[in-house]
């Protein structure tokens, strides 16, 4: 037996599908927007030819805009290449029971060439498992956690489409920060989802009501930085389903509501040599006991966030959830156990770490922890300094450098980034250029329900 509940051997698995428990696999991998792509296979077959030879998909998935339309403009793929097949491979860590699907089982997928079988190195999870290496081959394990919030609604997808998403009922009638009574009105969602990502393999930790009516946290349990960013990913797969099955529904948008808290996708990382734990010494920086390891990542993190940030923030909605007050950060300074700064540092000694407080819960989990990594790792390589620590109010510390306020200042930040060629390569920084500001044009086109209502009779 696997150590973790709901982890699959493929013995296991055989014997699953043997008994008629399990017929269905989901082989899926992640897209852009970090959303899981694939398709679901007989468990037979699965086991006869897809365990060993792994499955196909079309180029063009990597290069869609959110209503899967081929986007011109991309070197990967394109019309006149004739938008071919990848190869999607199996990760067989990766599968587990789906418990939240009948009779269904789940496996996570790297996107490799289909002339070399070498990773597409423009895929989300290749270019985390590319910054995982570089922290190997300086003999580092990287363990990383996030904190992802959401908010629920009584009303249904299918009713929330016709509604054009405005007016939906939210599960929540107050605040409900901690509260265990409000908590309780919505344990038929997020109790489920407990129990299914406990028996699909992501072990839990706890959940809370957040801030806004209806939002909530689930916490699962730290792991290296891979399997957290596939943990991630299954959450929130698993979250969205178990809604829908109860004619619910939910949103991981940065700002879902002008009026209300928007949703975070804390980030947590520290280092390993070994089974030692690196970042707590006898170095005095700030009120922290810290090593040098500790001072040149958190430097390195908090120096390269405005190249990386469109990684943190990928959506034109995620930068309406910076403002001040609102439990999101404005700037770029950090502090120890400060909720106002963007870099917050947490535990001592062997629990120390890093919390990132910039990405939203619309981030895509393998960019945005690929960058924080591939920060925190040339802060060792330069041994880049952190700015002193922050003492006070981080919203009202003026002369702190701001977070950058939209997606173009971010797509533009990173196309010049020569940190973000350094790290990810030219490839990678010119087809995420192009999906920004893709995404950026898209909104621009857009009239919106705010300009009807502010000019279409006054103006």
Not at 84 to 109: I, K, P, Y
Not at 265 to 288: Q, T, Y
Not at 290 to 296: E, G
């Amino acid at each position: 037996m696997t150590s973790i509940k709901g982890m699959l051997t493929v013995d296991e698995l055989v014997q699953l599908v043997s008994s008629g428990s399990i017929d269905t696999v989901l082989v899926a991998f992640s897209d852009l927007y970090g959303r899981l792509l694939g398709k679901r296979f007989d468990a037979e077959f699965f086991l006869e030819e897809v365990l060993e030879h792994g499955g196909h998909a079309c180029d063009y998935l990597l290069t869609v805009d959110m209503g899967m339309n081929p986007v011109p403009g991309y070197r990967f793929a394109n019309w006149e290449k004739g938008y071919g097949d990848v190869h999607v491979v199996c990760d067989l860590a990766t599968l587990r029971q789906a418990s939240w699907l009948d009779r269904t089982a789940m496996v996570l997928c790297d996107v490799a060439s289909e002339q070399d079988d070498e990773l597409v190195e423009l895929a989300p999870r290749s270019i985390l498992k590319r910054q995982t290496q570089r922290a190997l081959s300086q003999d580092f394990t990287v363990l990383a956690a996030s904190e992802l919030e959401f908010y629920s609604y009584q009303t249904s997808y299918e009713d929330a489409a016709a509604r054009g998403y405005a007016g939906l009922e939210p599960a929540g009638s107050y605040i409900e920060d901690y509260h265990t009574l409000q908590g309780t009105r919505e344990e038929n969602l997020i109790g489920a989802v407990r129990r299914h990502l406990r028996d699909s393999g992501v072990p839990v930790e706890n959940s809370k009501g957040e801030w806004g009516l209806g939002q909530h946290e689930i916490n699962v349990r730290y792991a290296d930085v891979v399997t957290m960013a596939d943990r991630h990913a299954v959450y929130k797969q698993c979250v969205r389903e178990v809604a829908l099955g109860i004619g619910r529904s939910v949103t991981f948008m940065a700002k879902p509501d002008a009026d209300g808290a928007g949703s975070s996708c804390h980030i947590h990382m520290s280092l390993l040599k070994g089974d030692a734990p690196c970042f707590h010494g006898n170095e005095k920086l700030g009120s922290v006991r810290c090593s040098d390891t500790f001072r040149w990542f958190l430097g390195g993190w908090i120096a390269h966030a405005p190249d990386v940030m469109a990684f943190y923030a990928p959506t034109v909605n995620s930068y309406k959830r910076y403002q001040a007050a609102s439990w999101a950060p404005t700037r770029l300074a950090w502090s120890y156990d400060n909720r106002t700064a963007g870099f917050r540092v947490v535990g001592s000694k062997e629990s120390l770490r890093i919390e990132c407080r910039i990405p939203g819960a619309d981030c895509n989990p393998y960019l945005a922890f690929a960058a924080s990594l591939a920060s925190g790792l040339d802060g060792i390589a330069k041994r880049i300094e952190p700015p002193p620590a922050l003492e006070g109010d981080a919203y009202a510390a003026l002369d702190q450098p701001e977070i950058p306020a939209s997606l173009p200042e971010a797509a533009s930040l990173f196309e010049s980034s020569d940190f973000a060629r350094e790290a990810f390569g030219e490839e990678v920084v010119e087809h995420y250029t192009h999906f920004f500001r893709t995404e950026a044009a898209a909104y621009d086109r857009a009239v919106t329900d705010w300009e009807r209502e502010r000019y279409f009779e006054q103006i």
